[in-house]
């Protein structure tokens, strides 16, 4: 397989498909909040977090313990996600419980996840 194998040298513009592409982009702030949300889980520890979070609601203290982490260490990466909206937390008296935001964040994990084990 040569190097320039999967390189496009038509001279063919594909107006229809173009236009239609074109109709459809979504605004730079769209792509910019999706760069940033791919930014944020991107990073190892916040997708060891997210991993937890899918499976089940926890505490500071038990992620802490499942990631072998310092509570404050999680907080912080939590704080992060909090503030991006792809955790959401609940207070039970003293305790913070911490969950995924919302279904899609779930799939989106879940179907990255799946990716990557294809791949395997």
């Known amino acids: 397989m040569s190097k320039n194998e999967f390189i496009c040298d038509c ?3 594909h107006k229809d498909v173009v236009e239609k592409t074109i109709k459809n982009m979504p605004d730079a702030d769209t ?3 999706l760069a940033e949300f791919f930014k944020i889980i991107g990073d190892a520890t ?3 977090i997210l991993f937890a979070l899918d499976k089940n609601e ?3 203290c038990d992620i802490a313990n499942v ?3 310092s509570k404050s260490s999680i907080s912080h990466q939590l704080g992060t996600l909090r503030r991006s909206g792809i955790v959401k937390c609940r ?3 003293k305790e913070v419980f911490y969950m995924l935001d919302d279904n899609h964040v ?3 994990f879940e179907i990255g996840t799946e990716h990557i ?3 395997k």
Do not use: A, D, Q
Request: glycine share 8%; proline share 0%.
């Open 31 to 33: 792509f910019n909040k």
């Open 91 to 93: 207070k039970s008296g």
């Open 67 to 69: 990631l072998g982490m």
């Open 11 to 13: 001279n063919v513009i």
């Open 58 to 60: 926890m505490c500071v």
């Open 106 to 108: 779930k799939e989106v």
């Open 46 to 48: 916040r997708t060891k």
């Open 117 to 119: 084990e294809h791949k």
